[in-house]
């Protein structure tokens, strides 16, 4: 059984009123009725441009926005049908980075107070415990545990992505949604991101969602690639498949536009 399937999720959001009193303008399909599974352990890359559906779609998955129509399966459970309390209870084994290492961590805040939010929602631990579960952390994303008594704007935007991996890392999650956690890092950095991700995975057998508008990226990290244009996944195969033999003119656009994936 795979451990994520998603079944014909739609998300429609309205335009908003007319300008001229004609009542509503209408509704973007921002996610149209998408299927696929994301199997335990593996990477499963999304790609494409902005405003193409990929971080709505993640934020579907997790419940963070609600869908319009279809269904959600983690571990076999419904998410959607869960209540608020079975929900909360889910939450500690599906987890997100975000983009922007600079506007998700809360700047009054000192580091280990980030990491250990969501272990004082979720979990019942002394302050020796939880002071010991932040040090791991720290430790497990590359950063001194000098780090912990620090404020994030006193780190780059290496170092506070990898503040935010250890705080979505807290709670030991089977499943991470990464929405395009690169992109607002440059090349070099962006690299140190990814391959920390990998060995991560390695090491606590995560299973990703890798979203990106960057093919080179995913192609290095993902099991397989789903290609996502106008809300819909236009294609979805292994990595090889979709780098090597693409079927939809739109992936192979995205390959064309980044000439150094086709080798």
């Keep these: 059984m795979p451990l994520l399937e998603i079944r014909n999720l739609t998300k429609l959001f309205p335009l908003g009123e007319s300008a001229f009193g004609g009542g509503a303008k209408g509704e973007v399909r921002a996610v149209d009725d998408v299927s696929f599974d994301i199997e335990s352990g593996e990477t499963l890359g999304l790609v494409g441009e902005s405003g193409s559906g990929k971080s709505t779609l993640g934020r579907l998955i997790l ?20 209540s608020p309390s079975a929900m909360r209870r889910l939450r500690r084994d599906m987890q997100i980075i975000f983009q922007d290492p600079f506007g998700s ?36 994303v590359g950063l001194d545990d000098s780090a912990a008594r620090r404020f994030p704007h006193e780190f780059s935007g290496g170092q506070r992505q990898r503040i935010g991996i250890a705080r979505a890392l807290a709670l030991r999650p089977k499943f991470i949604v990464a929405d395009e956690p690169v992109s607002a890092l440059d090349v070099s950095v962006g690299a140190q991101i990814v391959n920390l991700m ?25 099991t397989r ?23 939809h003119s739109y992936t192979r656009s995205l390959l064309e536009a980044t000439p150094e994936v086709v080798a």
């Design 105 to 140: 961590l809360d700047p009054r805040m000192r580091v280990e107070d980030v990491i250990a939010e969501p272990l004082i929602i979720h979990e019942s631990m002394t302050a020796t415990a939880l002071r010991q579960r932040v040090q791991e952390l720290l430790r497990v």
């Design 198 to 222: 990998a060995q991560l995975q390695r090491e606590f057998g995560l299973t990703y969602l890798f979203i990106s508008h960057s093919m080179p990226v995913v192609r290095y990290l993902a």
């Design 63 to 82: 419940r963070l926005i609600e869908p319009t129509s279809g269904s959600i399966s983690f571990e076999g459970r419904d998410l959607l049908g869960a």
């Design 225 to 247: 690639i789903a290609v996502m244009y106008g809300g819909k996944i236009v294609e979805i195969g292994t990595t090889q498949q979709i780098t090597s033999q693409p079927r």
